[in-house]
């Protein structure tokens, strides 16, 4: 099992990137995806979930309003829409796959982990 997570760089302040995580050996459609990040010195803190049919979506306070999650099931991949980018979103970002047990905020309920890509925001 393996998620490929890609689309991280440094960009400045009001920029955009787009995130995407990349399954292979699961069926994503068999799980609901989030999306986690690591600042240096901070745990690892939620930031959006999508459910498996894509129909249910949460954020994080700090992100709604900017972050956009989405899934293409036939692809196997999950995205991260990220505007408005802000230096506080510095931080490294993980994909995670969950089977739906417990909450969704608790990153020790999910199965699988992506290796994380860099993402960068100056000011």
């Known amino acids: 099992v393996q998620l490929q997570a890609s689309g991280g760089g440094s960009v400045q302040t009001g920029g955009s990137l787009k995130l995407s995580c990349t399954a292979s050996?699961?069926?994503?459609?068999?799980?609901?995806m989030g999306w986690f990040r690591q600042a240096p010195g901070k745990e690892r803190e939620f930031v959006a979930v999508?459910?498996?049919?894509?129909?249910?979506?949460d954020y994080a306070d700090s992100v709604k309003g900017r972050f956009t999650i989405s899934r293409d099931n036939p692809k196997n991949t999950v995205y991260l829409q990220m505007n408005s980018l802000k230096p506080e979103d510095t931080a490294v970002y993980y994909c995670a796959a969950y089977r739906g047990r417990g909450s969704y905020y608790d990153l020790y309920k999910y199965d699988y982990w992506g290796q994380g890509t860099q993402v960068t925001v100056s000011s």
């Open positions: 999508i459910s498996w049919s894509g129909g249910s979506t």
């Open positions: 050996g699961i069926t994503l459609s068999s799980f609901s």
